[in-house]
């Protein structure tokens, strides 16, 4: 558990700097345009899954940041009521300025939600749990965000794990490279106690469970050769320079499927018991 000097406060001052820098655009959150393009593929992939389609209405995304995500579901699927939350004013300013008509945005906290009971169809977030620096918190997000959700309705969950994570950096120490730091506005999950926690409260949903002939099923860990692609084999050839990315040479390897466990973000689909 990392210490709690006030682990909001480092929340809050981290996305303040997010916000003034990248603003509306798609790098706020995710400077590398593939991983982002990859984790809006699988959002929007799953809200088109015949499970979800028509069926879902009232949608949460926790961690809503500056509403990109939400700008790109909100026009595809006009129908839904979308409301995104999130801890900072700063992200938010920028989310509410971009009059949504299918989306409200309002600041709040995953660890203690003021919704009722049993609100909402669908519960998303991308990489935001992450967020709650120990394991403690971290179950009370889950547990609110378990709370909210109708029984038989879905949470979409993209954070990150420390398997893959360490996979990524034994690949890179192998080739003479550095570890690449857990950043300090971070707390990966650890995937046994993760899986142990929410399959006391949840299914956790296999490949094709959300319906036949779509883009879903995913591979858990999507973003695997990706991120040995853009960490790994890049950085090799770029001596290291972190400041190089998003090179024709990432955006040419980013048509592999993914393989292996070497990305620490990762997709999972759960269902209310
Ligand atoms: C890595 S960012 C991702 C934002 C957005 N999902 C995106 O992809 O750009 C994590 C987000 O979670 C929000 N967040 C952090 N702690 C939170 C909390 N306790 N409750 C709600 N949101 C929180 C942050 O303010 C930030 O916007």
């Not at 900072?88 to 949504?100: F, G, T, V």
């Not at 919704?115 to 009370?140: A, H, K």
């Not at 954070?159 to 707390?187: C, K, T, V, W």
Request: overall charge negative.
């Amino acid at each position: 558990m990392k210490e709690n000097v006030s682990n909001d406060q480092i929340i809050k001052d981290h996305y303040k700097i997010q916000a003034g820098k990248h603003k509306g655009s798609a790098t706020s959150t995710m400077e590398d345009l593939t991983t982002r393009q990859k984790e809006v593929n699988l959002i929007q992939n799953f809200f088109r899954t015949p499970a979800i389609k028509n069926k879902c209405k009232e949608v949460l995304e926790i961690g809503c940041g500056n509403g990109y995500t939400l700008s790109l579901l909100t026009s595809e699927f006009p129908d839904y009521n979308f409301l995104g939350l999130d801890f900072s004013e700063d992200l938010l300013k920028i989310a509410n300025d971009r009059q949504l008509s299918g989306a409200r945005f309002e600041q709040g906290d995953v660890r203690k939600l003021r919704f009722e009971d049993n609100s909402f169809d669908v519960v998303f977030t991308e990489r935001c749990i992450i967020n709650l620096l120990s394991w403690e918190e971290q179950q009370q997000g889950l547990n609110e965000m378990h709370r909210v959700l109708k029984k038989g309705g879905y949470i979409l969950f993209i954070e990150s794990f420390s398997d893959g994570y360490n996979n990524l950096n034994i690949a890179r120490n192998q080739m003479g490279l550095e570890s690449i730091p857990m950043p300090h506005h971070n707390l990966y999950f650890e995937k046994e106690a993760f899986e142990t926690f929410v399959s006391k409260k949840f299914s956790v949903l296999q490949s094709g469970d959300l319906g036949a002939g779509t883009e879903f099923p995913v591979h858990q860990n999507f973003l695997s050769s990706h991120y040995f692609v853009a960490r790994v084999i890049h950085p090799l050839l770029t001596k290291g320079d972190p400041t190089i990315r998003n090179t024709e040479f990432v955006k040419f390897f980013s048509f592999l499927p993914p393989s292996g466990c070497y990305s620490p973000i990762e997709a999972y689909i759960l269902q209310k018991k």
